[in-house]
């Protein structure tokens, strides 16, 4: 039998923990009401009621799984789909506490059908459906007669409140924690396409607290998040934008910053126009090269001038941009306000002429690389001739130059040009995420990944023949050094597109966020450096977009360019001097020798018009001498003969002049001393 003290010992180590337990849970198990405390929710500050009590509708025991839980609400309460949203909301997660109350009070049930009738038409366009767990059935009713005995049957109205008083600057800096299908659902919500969202214009509100939808809610793409056009004191960035009302955007005005600094657009305008120039004199001395003397270039190697010509014209796109300035071409000068995606550049002369030569040029640059690269790889591969390659030019021609102008007609037709506000351009995606994907960057990448396919199979094709030289012993410096020179041509043009098309990327995964920065920073300048788009690597990408225009002339980097140029100056200019030198003033003696030998041709010529002859050669003057006195008539005969050789001998001057070239009749003329 066990001792009396250690049965009791053993019965209270084993009651302890229980009683422990008990202790501590049993308040909470008997109903004990926790107490009022402070609402620390941003989003639910300045509601009408500042303490809350938990656990709340949901089941939450603590404000930190309820902030997290509301905040998933946020984009729907940014874009005000129902004025009793916010409240609504705040009743749920965070209701009120009233002292002398042990239950907490939501909102009536009436509020909770009107914000799930505002709001469920918009959640809806995006997926969601009105979440189960804010039945609005289980919520009090107004009026219920219940109410004055039992306290979990009250229930509290909306107060007059204003959408505006939502602590947003709150939300903007938690922005990035927001789960990541609640942040799309807000870029999308406040993307308008091709421009800024303007709540001001098409904004979701009810009609009478009636719970309907008004009739401007039917296009969810242009709901605001909050209206950069609205101008009040909340909205910093009032000042930057202005109402399009012919096309109902809301855009920025002309000449404000909105991404980049006036510094930063200044350097980067001066950075483009003088690589634009350098672009320019580059491409144009390869082109010229090719006027002077079109024999040189044949087939494959020829698409290399023709690159060259679309990236001249390209270049003088950026130098019209320098020389009219930004606001005449990017800015509606009526409307003082910048062009976006969805407007009519029709209007626009000096925006349309560079977005044309911008888009044209380039993506038909793109399409001569492909011809390159299909054209070395004929004759590297499959053993082409220059006369075959040649003989299809034509097809060349018809594909590199007919399909970005169909690319062009299509983004015109469907209004996707829009202006650049750190260059001062107009192109296609400087402001949509989806024109830049669809019209810049797929078919940049396309063409780019079948030029680059083309340009390995020839090189592959390239080895072959030399491997098989080698193996006849047969001397390979020339296929090598047309090796070298094609891998260097392709490396200088492959590196900066690649590196453009990366640009292009990095632009398209950050534009939406960037644009979330620019309403959270409200128009301070040093939070859009830290969170704006990197000046630096615009910068970089501007100068790659050049670069191959820059280097394309490396192709031409040869002895032959410096002949051709020589035989070009000698035959042009050269052989104007050697004329100038012919053109001298005439001696007496040669003078002399000219009229002798004019004087007799026009003796001859008389002669054979006389009943006799005359021994020749022999001057007019002493033929005349000869006459006697009663034979003027055929004086006069002689002097119009002579008048007569003379024109002749001039007529025939000329025609020497234009045979110049020819030695022998230049020696003849000065050896029978007839001078020009």
């Known amino acids: 039998m066990r001792?009396?003290?250690?049965?009791?010992?053993?019965?209270?180590?084993?009651?302890?923990?229980?009683?422990?337990?008990?202790?501590?849970?049993?308040?909470?198990?008997?109903?004990?009401?926790?107490?009022?405390?402070?609402?620390?929710?941003?989003?639910?500050a300045n509601i009408g009621y500042n303490t809350t009590r938990f656990p709340n509708f949901w089941g939450q025991e603590n404000e930190e799984d309820a902030a997290a839980k509301i905040h998933e609400f946020t984009p729907l309460v940014a874009v005000n789909c129902a004025p009793q949203l916010r409240f609504f909301l705040c009743s749920v997660f965070a209701p009120m506490c009233a002292e002398g109350l042990d239950h907490p009070i939501y909102s009536c049930r009436s509020m909770c059908e009107a914000a799930r009738n505002g709001c469920t038409p918009v959640m809806?366009?995006?997926?969601?459906?009105?979440?189960?767990?804010?039945?609005?059935?289980?919520?009090?009713?107004?009026?219920?007669?219940?109410?004055?005995?039992?306290?979990?049957?009250?229930?509290?109205?909306?107060?007059?409140?204003?959408?505006?008083?939502?602590n947003m600057t709150e939300f903007w800096k938690n922005f990035d924690s927001l789960d990541p299908k609640y942040k799309e659902v807000l870029k999308r919500l406040g993307q308008l396409p091709g421009s800024w969202p303007d709540q001001s214009t098409v904004s979701?509100?009810?009609?009478?607290?009636?719970?309907?939808?008004?009739?401007?809610q039917t296009d969810v793409g242009a709901i605001s998040i909050p209206s950069l056009c609205r101008n009040d004191s909340t909205n910093a960035l009032a000042s930057k934008f202005v109402t399009a009302e012919k096309y109902d955007m809301c855009v920025p005005k002309c000449g404000e910053d909105v991404y980049f600094t006036a510094s930063n657009r200044h350097f980067v305008e001066t950075w483009v126009t003088v690589w634009s120039i350098v672009c320019f004199i580059s491409t144009a001395f390869t082109v010229l090269t090719f006027a002077i003397d079109t024999t040189r270039f044949k087939y494959p190697e020829r698409p290399i001038i023709f690159l060259s010509l679309c990236y001249n014209l390209y270049s003088i796109a950026y130098i019209v941009r320098a020389i009219a300035g930004t606001e005449n071409i990017i800015c509606d000068k009526a409307n003082r306000h910048v062009i976006e995606a969805g407007m009519n550049i029709a209007d626009h002369a000096g925006c349309s002429v560079v977005f044309l030569m911008l888009y044209?040029?380039?993506?038909?640059?793109?399409?001569?690389?492909?011809?390159?690269?299909?054209?070395?790889?004929?004759?590297?591969?499959?053993?082409?001739?220059?006369?075959?390659?040649?003989?299809?030019?034509?097809?060349?021609?018809?594909?590199?130059?007919?399909?970005?102008?169909?690319?062009?007609?299509?983004?015109?037709?469907?209004?996707?040009?829009?202006?650049?506000?750190?260059?001062?351009?107009?192109?296609?995606?400087?402001?949509?995420?989806?024109?830049?994907?669809?019209?810049?960057?797929?078919?940049?990448?396309?063409?780019?990944?079948?030029?680059?396919?083309?340009?390995?199979?020839?090189?592959?094709?390239?080895?072959?023949?030399?491997?098989?030289?080698?193996?006849?012993?047969?001397d390979t410096n020339k296929l090598e050094k047309l090796m070298v020179r094609i891998g260097v041509f392709s490396i200088l043009y492959t590196v900066p597109v690649t590196s453009v098309v990366a640009c292009?990327?990095?632009?398209?995964?950050?534009?939406?966020?960037?644009?979330?920065?620019?309403?959270?920073?409200?128009?301070?300048?040093?939070?859009?450096?830290?969170?704006?788009?990197?000046?630096?690597?615009?910068?970089?990408?501007?100068?790659?977009?050049?670069?191959?225009?820059?280097?394309s002339n490396m192709?031409?980097?040869?002895?032959?360019?410096?002949?051709?140029?020589?035989?070009?100056?000698?035959?042009k200019f050269a052989g104007k001097s050697e004329k100038s030198a012919e053109k001298k003033p005439l001696t007496p003696q040669s003078q002399n020798s000219t009229?002798?030998?004019?004087?007799?041709?026009?003796?001859?010529?008389?002669?054979?018009?006389?009943?006799?002859?005359?021994?020749?050669?022999?001057?007019?003057?002493?033929?005349?001498?000869?006459?006697?006195?009663?034979?003027?008539?055929?004086?006069?005969?002689?002097?119009?003969?002579?008048?007569?050789?003379?024109?002749r001998a001039l007529l025939c001057d000329k025609q020497w002049d234009n045979i110049s070239s020819d030695r022998a009749v230049n020696t003849e003329r000065k050896r029978i001393g007839v001078f020009p």
């Open 3 to 44: 001792h009396p003290k250690r049965a009791m010992s053993a019965l209270s180590c084993s009651v302890g923990p229980l009683f422990i337990f008990l202790l501590v849970c049993l308040p909470g198990l008997l109903g004990k009401k926790s107490k009022c405390q402070k609402i620390t929710i941003p989003l639910c």
């Open 124 to 166: 809806q366009k995006f997926g969601f459906d009105w979440p189960d767990s804010l039945d609005c059935s289980k919520m009090p009713f107004q009026g219920d007669p219940r109410a004055k005995s039992d306290p979990s049957k009250l229930c509290m109205a909306a107060p007059n409140l204003d959408h505006k008083s939502v």
């Open 204 to 216: 979701p509100t009810t009609e009478k607290d009636t719970g309907q939808l008004s009739p401007n």
């Open 360 to 474: 044209y040029f380039g993506m038909a640059s793109a399409l001569w690389w492909v011809a390159l690269t299909f054209a070395w790889f004929l004759a590297a591969g499959l053993k082409w001739g220059q006369e075959a390659i040649e003989a299809k030019a034509t097809y060349f021609h018809i594909v590199t130059w007919t399909v970005p102008a169909v690319q062009t007609i299509i983004v015109l037709i469907l209004r996707k040009v829009d202006a650049d506000e750190l260059t001062g351009i107009c192109y296609v995606g400087n402001s949509n995420q989806k024109n830049l994907g669809g019209y810049v960057l797929a078919p940049l990448c396309f063409y780019l990944i079948v030029g680059t396919l083309f340009l390995l199979a020839g090189f592959i094709a390239l080895f072959r023949i030399r491997t098989v030289l080698k193996n006849k012993e047969t």
């Open 504 to 551: 292009y990327f990095y632009e398209h995964a950050n534009m939406e966020r960037w644009r979330m920065n620019v309403l959270r920073c409200q128009g301070d300048e040093s939070c859009m450096e830290d969170q704006g788009p990197s000046v630096e690597l615009f910068t970089v990408k501007y100068f790659m977009l050049l670069a191959v225009g820059i280097t």
């Open 555 to 571: 192709w031409i980097w040869s002895t032959k360019t410096c002949q051709s140029w020589r035989e070009f100056y000698k035959k």
């Open 595 to 647: 009229n002798s030998f004019k004087t007799n041709q026009g003796v001859r010529s008389a002669a054979n018009q006389m009943p006799y002859t005359f021994s020749a050669p022999v001057h007019a003057r002493k033929v005349l001498q000869q006459l006697s006195p009663p034979c003027l008539f055929l004086r006069r005969v002689c002097l119009r003969a002579r008048r007569a050789v003379l024109q």
